[in-house]
């Protein structure tokens, strides 16, 4: 049996990664392979429902649900952090609500969260995630929202911090907010939890050898280095991305409520 699996180009799904790429788990007779893609393509393409394993943004689950579910595992979640917003000046959300603002996709929770911060009429340009700090720089734009390694390796470009959507969160809800999530399409039926399984295992593979695992990682993590992917990786993989636990779950369930009330949130096992 093939499975694709497609996560994004950053160090914390290739760092989740580790066990199947490396060979340490126990596949189960299952082939697995990698797709790479930015997420804005991934959130595309689960519209399409194109792979069976794929990582996609939370705030895209709510329009493929009827399709995949969640997989109890591998979600990127932040508790008081999060994407931010950036400027070559500090700039107020009232500020923010009147320039442009660059973002890397309209599927993102990134620009979800966005929106809910500063309103659905803001002005904002879609770019791949990985331009939008040259768009700030060069003034092609006056702010960005960043995710991935633009979190940390920001200021580097003289940037400043304007907003932390992670931390709004947290204030707004008391709880993490869920960024990324793996999700398996539904109609995989029996091999639902063997998948999942494995999957599992690789994150654990990956903890138990943490530092072959970030070496692999950081091959994902453009302009980083050791230190901040290993920054990067404690981020993004915790507690929360072994299982949502009942906190995790009430996140996904309130952000999924605020993006599509009444849609049904259903977990593998």
Known sequence: MLVRVGFSAD??????????????VDRRGIEFEPVIEDIQTLNEWSLEGRLEVTAMSAATYAHVHDRYLLLPHGASMGSGYGPIVVAREPLSPDELRAVEIAVPGTLTTA???????????????????DRIIDAVTSGAVSAGLLIHEGQL?????????????GEWWLLETGLPLPLGVNTIRRDLGDAIADISDVLRDSIDA??????????????FGRGMDAERGDRFVQMYVNDLTRDYGAEGRQAIRELLARARPGIEVEFVG
């Open 11 to 24: 160090p914390d799904d290739a760092f989740m990664y580790w066990g199947i790429a490396s060979g340490s």
């Open 153 to 165: 390796t920001y200021g580097d470009a003289g940037l400043v911090k304007c907003l932390d959507l």
């Open 206 to 219: 990956a903890l138990a050898h943490r530092d072959d695992a970030l070496d692999y990682a950081l091959g």
């Open 111 to 129: 620009f979800l969260v966005l929106r809910m911060v500063l309103g659905d009429d803001l002005a904002f340009r879609a770019m791949p995630f």
